[in-house]
């Protein structure tokens, strides 16, 4: 990213050029009283004790001190401010790669070869139980899948994982929106509409599901498909500034 690592090198200059400044403060403090201390060094530098005496009783050194101390302060204040706003805008840069890495990990997925396959099997049985009888489709859907899941047949109980399939991969994804490892916005946009519908009609074989092995059962999934239904993301659409949601 060019302008990201624009930012970091003036960032970097910046920073330095702070530590400079505290550095030559803290020299210069030094410097000043050193030359309060040392007798021989005082003369030498400030000429003769007299002078030196002088800054003592009017108190100009230690006036000197004081505003070195607080320039000093300033600037540390200065580059801390900087330091904490720059840190921030570098994590909120690695934060959107993050996500946009593992948007485009699922995206790929989504549309890859073993989750299409999956999404073409479902098309076709709902296509073909809606033929026969449009009424009842998620109760007979579960009839169907039963049958595969609870056959002797290797054959059956494969092509019922391969029914099952983009299920998993739905419950994957809902984990992910979940803990925020992805934007609820962005799988929103990319497949709502998939997951709303396939959750529908598989509905009642995930109720039996949970009968049968627990209440956790692709909790996760009709969790996400609920929100999906009654909740759209305030962002306007994958084409809206991104947000943190």
């Not at 210069?28 to 000429?47: M, P």
């Not at 396959?117 to 073909?128: A, D, G, P, Y």
């Amino acid at each position: 990213m060019p302008g990201g690592s624009n930012t970091f090198s003036f960032g970097s200059a910046l920073a330095g050029a702070g530590a400079a400044l505290l550095i030559g403060l803290a020299v210069a403090a030094g410097f000043i009283a050193l030359a309060l201390s040392v007798d021989g060094f005082a003369g030498y530098v400030l000429g003769e004790g007299s002078v030196r005496q002088l800054i003592i009783e009017q108190g100009t050194a230690r006036q000197w001190l004081e505003v070195l101390s607080f320039i000093a302060n300033i600037a540390v204040a200065l580059v801390a401010w900087f330091a904490l706003g720059f840190a921030r805008k570098q994590a909120l840069e690695a934060e959107h790669a993050r996500l946009a890495h593992v948007y485009l990990e699922i995206s790929g997925r989504f549309l890859g070869p073993e989750i299409s396959e999956s999404r073409v099997l479902i098309t076709v049985l709902m296509t073909r139980l809606s033929a026969d009888d449009p009424n009842g489709l998620p109760e007979r859907v579960h009839a169907k899948l039963h049958r595969l899941r609870t056959s002797r047949s290797v054959y059956l109980v494969g092509l019922y994982a391969k029914y099952m399939q983009l299920i998993v991969f739905f419950e994957d994804v809902a984990v992910l929106v979940r803990l925020k490892h992805v934007r609820y916005s962005d799988i929103y946009w990319l497949m709502k509409d998939a997951i709303v519908n396939v959750h529908a009609i598989y509905a009642h074989h995930l109720e039996q599901r949970r009968v049968l092995s627990g209440p956790l059962v692709f909790a996760e999934l009709s969790a996400l498909a609920a929100r999906m239904a009654k909740e759209v993301p305030t962002d306007g659409g994958p084409n809206a500034a991104p947000s943190n949601d």
